[in-house]
């Protein structure tokens, strides 16, 4: 199983649905997690199942960080929005630092998110 990591802040929660609907298939295959109004999003918008945690300023990106220091996690794909001041911006850094830490391949735009989506479908596809 290919255990991934999905968040977006506010302005860049629709570029991450049309992402994940345009891969529908392969994150379907996938165990994904996501902090909490990214998931709904997702899951009300692409229908896929995932296992939500808190919102990101109440936490939510240090319990995913937790999971990736767990082993958890395979694969982050964080939409930041580089834009806008975050009120919890140093959790935002702590999930970038410990995927750093840990070797976790990590997506912060959407040209590496594709490049990262590739590399799972041919986990899928033995390619
Ligand atoms: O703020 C976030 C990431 O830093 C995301 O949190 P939500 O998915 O709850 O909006």
Same mark, same amino acid.
């Given at each position: 199983?290919?255990?991934?990591?999905?968040?977006?802040?506010?302005?860049?929660?629709?570029?991450?649905?049309?992402? /994940?609907?345009?891969?529908?298939? /392969?994150?379907? $295959?996938?165990?994904?997690?996501?902090?909490?109004?990214? !998931?709904? /999003?997702?899951?009300?918008?692409?229908? %896929?199942?995932? $296992?939500?945690?808190?919102?990101?300023?109440?936490?939510?990106?240090? $319990?995913?960080?937790?999971?990736?220091?767990? !082993?958890?996690?395979?694969? /982050?794909?964080?939409?930041?929005?580089?834009?806008?001041? $975050?009120?919890?911006?140093?959790?935002?850094?702590?999930?970038?630092?410990?995927?750093?830490?840990?070797?976790?391949?990590?997506?912060?735009?959407?040209? *590496?998110?594709?490049?990262?989506? %590739?590399?799972?479908?041919?986990?899928? *596809?033995?390619?």
């Amino acid at each position: 199983m290919v255990n991934v990591a999905l968040i977006a802040h506010d302005k860049k929660k629709l570029d991450l649905v049309m992402f /994940v609907k345009e891969w529908k298939n /392969v994150f379907s $295959q996938c165990k994904l997690y996501a902090t909490k109004t990214t !998931g709904s /999003v997702l899951k009300d918008k692409v229908g %896929l199942e995932i $296992q939500t945690f808190e919102s990101g300023p109440l936490g939510g990106d240090l $319990q995913i960080g937790a999971l990736a220091v767990s !082993g958890k996690i395979d694969f /982050v794909l964080f939409l930041r929005d580089p834009l806008t001041a $975050q009120p919890h911006e140093p959790d935002v850094s702590a999930v970038l630092r410990i995927c750093d830490v840990h070797n976790i391949p990590l997506a912060t735009n959407l040209a *590496t998110a594709e490049a990262l989506v %590739l590399e799972i479908e041919k986990k899928f *596809t033995n390619k």
